[in-house]
């Protein structure tokens, strides 16, 4: 699937000049992180741990690869035969998948040679970005639907077969846990679920016809969709009545779904229509265009809906700061040196050296803040009672109050290329998720203006990061 | 790459429903089209034909796929040896890749069995909606940038690996014809493009040793990303005194990236820098959040730029009115009947029949107006003389003028299941699209409020339309 050559042309030229300047051993450090969380809100949810292990892990050039770089005219011939040897060996830090994290948190760290460290870039980035935008999107959507289930839809609106599964993946991590992609459900063993077409009911001679005939071939399973020709004055009276022939023969209709029109209003007629029938079992599925905000709407004006269908704005992460996660890959260390960018734009700048990433939790168990500290280095490490800095003003910062805990928000989950444990399910990782959320403090989950939830720095990175400025200036 | 089940559920129980109901076999005919335009344009670019045609001349199921199935508990025996047999051998109506295509027009039209040509839905949706949306992002990048060259940045942003192959196959289309991707360029016989990373200087002492040792090792094809410290007073100087040190060895430094800033001002400056030394052919390359509108101020301030990496936004296709085509998949011939959706939501209604559809060109080549035909039926076919209506109100209409021809903008791409002609490559269809458009009317191409070009439907096709419409109502 993550093949050597998926990747950008200049990681193989930066790695054909390493290897010239006698460079590619060195050891190096790279984090990666995002600058901004998505969608205007304050989290993502961090998924893509098991891909991006297994493209590592499996790394390594075929001799067609090397064919056809031989033929781009760009390679010697020292750098091909490199090329033939090339795996990943080295050491990977991460949070688990389904981890609430923040902007300017190191997701993955990747220690390594210069070479192996800097040439799975772009791959780690495909996979990473992608994953954790969809699953927080999920999350999102899990959060506005406060109980009611999420369903993903979206494979028709996704960026080919592949980027189909990568969005169920996703989003089961973020909550959203089951999906109508059958290939999906198959690889990640996921709940598939679905309804029929329009075409279902334009196939037939009238909407009850078509109806009954879904209702037979699937008398414990159907959900019917009632807006072919108009909801309320012919999809939902004929769902009914097959409701109650498929009740008189011993069974029971599942339920329908909307698909047009204010479906706050509709779900709430077709509620009172189905209970005051005796069918208060039977389910309310909506979809169209929903996202976060729509489903917050709707349960804001008393929408009945119990199932929500997300397909083109799951699938593609839409919304205001949606579409891309900007996550960045950057160089922290290089030959046990620390490293770091200053450039005109201080967003872009970088912060040095092999970090920890701490998080402060209080004594409800609640998260108060995150603190980055070095990993090693001259200064005691941070603990409650030490101050941490606003990494971008160190004239403002915050002592740690005594009666929080401090936990590393990650671990070493890759050492010399091996995978050191397996993968939790996706049903895992969806719960430890759902847990992290409720442990966020007030506001932060909001859909709009979120509360910004903090991330400092230690001391002795700040002093790190003050030293290397002065040494660049 | 497009396995059977990479579909939504809904298809398999649906097929399931028509095979019991004995309907499966019957004919029928669907089209899929857009109903707006992506990115508030007046057109989009179709791409994706030929990896959806590779998909239905494939389908199959596996002895796997069908062991899953049968564990999902839903599906009859019957149905599951139905499947085992089952292929596509229906036939595709559909433009050449490349071909500018407009809302409410029938892209593909599939027409087979029931069964046949209702599974394929959601597969023919996937590929040929994100085809289709980032070759017509491609387009607008290519019109905005007159001239400049635009490489593909994409793969780090895009939805997993074969996301990042579909974006550099469709993005060729519509004219974006190199990619950073190296698999894309194996694949698809794309050039490949790359420079270095911030990385590659912050590895180095300094930034000047790190641009002589890339020099050495790419003599005669550097790209020097001159942001990493400061462009104006770091990046360009040393960059300028490289290409000084190659063109004294014998060799010309190819390029400079600008990856920050204001790139208008810093692309003037780095233009003169390098001309006034005597290096006009130095190409000026800029990256960092391109999309088509960024490329046109830029230009309109006199910004000197000679290539363009676009990535995010163009693997994302974000924008205004982007990030997702809304194709649809709708049934209009059924055993022989037209079919059409009526709704309480006139933008969903469905137009009936197996149509042609015919564009307008005028005496000077151009395009005037599409007209959505029936192919077959009572009634006179389109010809110029005749009048075209406004399919949303009968009342606007428009008598094409007796000196225009008219082309039909479809062929029959597949019949019996199998492909008739061999693909073009990627090039002839850049090459067909860019002659389409510069054959669009005054104003259809603008990146803001285009020119809205105009489909009419034959009187034919209205008289059909509103037969059915009384019929259902």
């Known amino acids: 699937m993550h093949q050597a050559l998926m990747t950008d042309l200049y990681e193989l030229t930066m790695l054909a000049g390493y290897l010239r300047e006698g460079m590619h051993q060195q050891p190096a450090a790279f984090d990666l992180y995002f600058r901004e969380a998505p969608y205007h809100g304050s989290y993502a949810v961090f998924a893509g741990l098991q891909p991006a292990l297994e493209y590592l892990s499996n790394l390594a050039f075929t001799d067609a690869d090397l064919r056809y770089l031989a033929g781009?005219?760009?390679?010697?011939?020292?750098?091909?035969?490199?090329?033939?040897?090339?795996?990943?060996?080295?050491?990977?830090?991460?949070?688990?998948?389904?981890?609430?994290?923040?902007?300017g948190e190191p997701l993955l760290s990747v220690e390594g040679t210069l070479a192996e460290a800097q040439f799975v870039e772009t791959t780690l980035l495909n996979i990473i970005n992608f994953q954790t935008l969809v699953a927080t999107k999920a999350a999102r959507l899990t959060l506005a639907a406060r109980g009611g289930q999420v369903i993903e839809f979206g494979l028709r609106r996704a960026q080919g077969p592949d980027g189909g599964l990568s969005v169920a993946r996703a989003a089961a991590v973020g909550g959203v846990r089951s999906t109508s992609n059958v290939l999906a459900g198959r690889r990640f063993d996921l709940p598939v679920k679905g309804t029929h077409a329009h075409s279902w009911v334009m196939a037939f001679p009238d909407e009850l016809s078509a109806f009954r005939a879904y209702a037979e071939c699937f008398p414990d399973s159907s959900v019917l969709l009632v807006d072919t020709y108009d909801t309320l004055t012919s999809g939902l009276p004929n769902s009914l009545t097959v409701a109650r022939e498929l009740r008189a023969a011993g069974h029971e209709l599942l339920g329908i779904r909307l698909d047009s029109g204010d479906l706050a209003y509709l779900s709430r007629e077709a509620r009172r229509m189905f209970d005051d029938a005796g069918f208060a079992d039977v389910r309310i599925v909506a979809s169209?265009?929903?996202?976060?905000?729509?489903?917050?709407?709707?349960?804001?004006?008393?929408?009945?809906?119990?199932?929500?269908?997300?397909?083109?704005?799951?699938?593609?992460?839409?919304?205001p700061g949606g579409g891309a996660l900007g996550?960045?890959?950057?160089?922290?260390?290089?030959?046990?040196?620390?490293?770091?960018?200053?450039?005109?734009?201080?967003?872009?700048?970088?912060?040095p050296g092999c970090k920890r990433v701490l998080r402060v939790i209080d004594d409800n168990n609640h998260f108060v803040m995150d603190v980055l500290d070095l990993r090693e280095g001259t200064g005691e490490a941070f603990s409650p009672g030490q101050v941490a800095?606003?990494?971008a003003n160190s004239q403002r910062h915050k002592a740690i109050p005594l009666n929080c805990s401090i936990v590393d928000c990650r671990a070493v989950v890759m050492e010399q290329g091996r995978i050191l444990h397996p993968a939790p399910s996706l049903e895992a990782m969806a719960d430890y998720c759902a847990d992290q959320l409720q442990r966020m403090p007030d506001g932060s989950l909001r859909l709009v203006n979120p509360h910004i939830y903090k991330v400092g720095i230690s001391e002795r990175l700040l002093k790190l990061k003050e030293q290397l400025t002065t040494h660049l200036e």
Chains 1, 2 share one sequence.
Request: hydrophobic share 35%; aromatic share 10%.
């Open 72 to 103: 781009l005219g760009l390679f010697s011939r020292e750098f091909l035969d490199f090329l033939k040897e090339f795996r990943f060996h080295g050491r990977v830090t991460a949070p688990r998948e389904g981890e609430v994290v923040f902007p």
């Open 288 to 319: 169209n265009e929903l996202d976060e905000h729509v489903i917050d709407s709707i349960r804001n004006e008393g929408g009945r809906i119990d199932i929500y269908g997300v397909g083109t704005r799951l699938a593609t992460c839409a919304g």
């Open 327 to 351: 996550g960045v890959y950057k160089l922290v260390e290089y030959a046990g040196q620390p490293r770091m960018k200053v450039t005109s734009d201080p967003a872009k700048s970088t912060l």
């Open 389 to 391: 800095y606003d990494p």
